[in-house]
């Protein structure tokens, strides 16, 4: 009997399989119908303090390799999520709340309001390639990294999980701050800065000209972030970017993930992606005598 059970720290998760931030999870009705397949926890989009629209259209489009997307960070704000997370009947599964705010206050008023809300865990997006004055504008800073985890591990008792950006120059840093501020996991990748121009118009096409990259192209860029990051922290890593199939899973692991999320399979292989991706992974462990999948968390290292 294969165990597919994996810990992120203390909070422990029935199998590694958890849906990225930003994917059809704006409301109960599609986070319940994820958990009633085998994703063991699903991340929310990313909540803010006030509603926003995101970005004009177009804001999202399918290339060749992956996906291109300037959603500008659109939710409902904080007040009016409660509300879904509260529908969400978490007996088959965990939530963990995203946030993203400009600065430590912000980041202290979300991370309570989301524990009231419930969530078993938070992730703190400082990540987004897209939002001016937000995600990634703050999380290439180590200081402010540093400062904003640990004013959220004063606010809160849940879990934290951090989630870093491939569009600096040395990740290991940062995830080391989060690290040093109290983070209990690291979440690597977010999209990729990315463009596409249509030579039709000679104009970018995305309205905010300037987007992030998903789905399968960005793998290998994951993994090679989630490898770095493994032999400079402790703390637990939760692998996303590009996961279609079980040997990607597989591959995260290897690299040193705990855990690993998936957004843009759910595009090409519908929801039932967690189910396909749990059948694959308990064949390919029995097929090479594994029977913990914990037994695989960083063998390349070795
Ligand atoms: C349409 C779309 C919206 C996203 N929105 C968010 C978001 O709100 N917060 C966040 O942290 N990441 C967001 N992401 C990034 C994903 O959570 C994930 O890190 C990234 O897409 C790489 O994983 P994938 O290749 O499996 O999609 C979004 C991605 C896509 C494609």
Redesign the pocket.
Known sequence: MVSLTTCINNLELKNPFIL????MDEDAGSMKRILQEDAAAV?T??IGLHERNGHSNPT?LELEH??L?A?G?PNPGIDSYGSEIKKINNDNGKIIG?I?GSNVEEFEILSEKMQNYGVNAL?L?L??PHAKGYGLEIGQDPEEINKIVRAVKQSVSIPIFV?LSPNVNDICMLAKAAEQGGADAIVA???VKAMKIDIETKRPILANKIG?Y??KA?KPI?IRNVYEIFEAIKIPIIG????TKGEDVIEYIMAGASAV?????IYYNGIQIFTQLKEQVIKWMTQNNYQNIKELIGVAHK
Request: aromatic residues 6%.
């Open positions: 990225a931030s930003g994917i991340v989009k990313s999202f992956g996906l997307n959603m960070l995203s993203f992730e997006n990540s987004c989630k990748i977010n999209t992030g998903s789905g960005i994951g996303v970017g590009g996961i999320q998936v957004g843009s399979g």
